[in-house]
């Protein structure tokens, strides 16, 4: 990738609030880099969910017992769109079910800071 593209991208990532240096943008660029595509695309999938609920005020202020009272609901949607008989299933629906667990998840990972330092230091 060109000096010049990385330019292009500078403040367009993750929604930073502010412009990228050269080297914060050729490392984000490595880290995406290092994701599988399937990772990356689920990823992305869990923002757009996110940004469209962005007037819900997030999950910031959230309890540990709000959040997995959050994940219990979304996983009764998700068996719902996944037990309906099969000629009925749309797994578009699914699928959006199964990212709204995700999020939720990863909302109570990050309230218990799972989302800092390295994996291994989690649970220490």
Known sequence: MT????????????GVGRELTYQEGK??????????????????????????????G???GMDDYQILERIHKEVKELDE???RPQVSVIPALA??????????????????HGLDGDISEIGR
Not at 38 to 52: T, Y
């Open 58 to 60: 997030g999950w910031k």
């Open 95 to 112: 699928c959006k079910e199964a990212i709204d667990v995700a999020n939720c998840c990863m909302f109570l990972v990050d309230i218990y």
């Open 3 to 14: 000096r010049d593209r990385l330019e292009q991208l500078k403040g367009k990532v993750f």
């Open 81 to 83: 769109e996944v037990e």
């Open 27 to 56: 490392e984000v660029l490595l880290a995406l880099a290092s994701l599988r595509p399937e990772v990356l695309r689920f990823a992305q999938r869990m923002e757009e969910v996110l940004r469209n609920n962005d007037d819900k």
